[in-house]
């Protein structure tokens, strides 16, 4: 999602201050609040077989809430200068995390075919093994093209889970089908920076 990252890579100047920055401020918390929503937005969403409308309304609602956090805990990194290398981590995994436990969820629930969920997982899970792999050449932030997966990742799965059949569904399929496609490209992208020579750093992501 849309996090504290810069879309045109880190210079050196901000590189060096996210290393002076202390990881325990807001933004960070946020990321963590993040992260332990995922289990809640889970439960909620498979309870009682996906059947019960309120708990979905409820799966919904904390779902918007977790992905508010996301943009929240940027605009207070960028604004306050509080970006950290805690931050540029953990932020993409807490998403995925969340974008996981959605997609496997509304799969168990028939409601999104298992092959859009295996191919994002199978993309989101080998990027950021890649991330470890290349960390000790810098993180490589979020692109633009990174963005614009997890924001029609977001809008697809929100429209999914609320509990609304016909065409609302339908279009939530659509936006999930278009989700895969700019997932699948967006990774290539992601996996030729990353394999770059060591003299020219990677400046795509996410």
Known sequence: MIGPHDPDGPDL??????????PWNLPNALTVLRIALVPIFGW????????????RWWA????????????????LARKQGLITAFGKLMDPIADKALIG???????????LPWWVTVVILVREVGI??????????????????????TVLQSVGIAVLVAP?????????????YAATLVTV????????????PAGRPPAAGS
Request: net charge positive.
């Open 185 to 196: 490209v967006t990774g290539v992208d992601y996996v030729r920076q990353a394999l770059a």
């Open 101 to 111: 436990t959605a997609l496997v969820g509304l799969s168990l629930l028939s409601l």
């Open 44 to 55: 909620l969403l498979l309870s009682g077989g996906g059947d019960d409308p309120g708990l």
């Open 60 to 75: 919904l609602a904390v779902f918007l809430v977790a992905i508010g956090t996301d943009w929240v805990d940027g605009h």
């Open 164 to 176: 609304v059949a016909g065409w609302f569904h339908d279009l939530g399929l659509w936006v999930m």
């Open 128 to 149: 950021t093994l890649m991330r470890f792999v290349v960390i000790r050449r810098g993180v490589i932030p979020a692109s633009k093209g990174g963005k614009l997966k």
């Open 13 to 22: 100047a901000t590189a060096t201050a996210s290393q002076r920055v202390s």
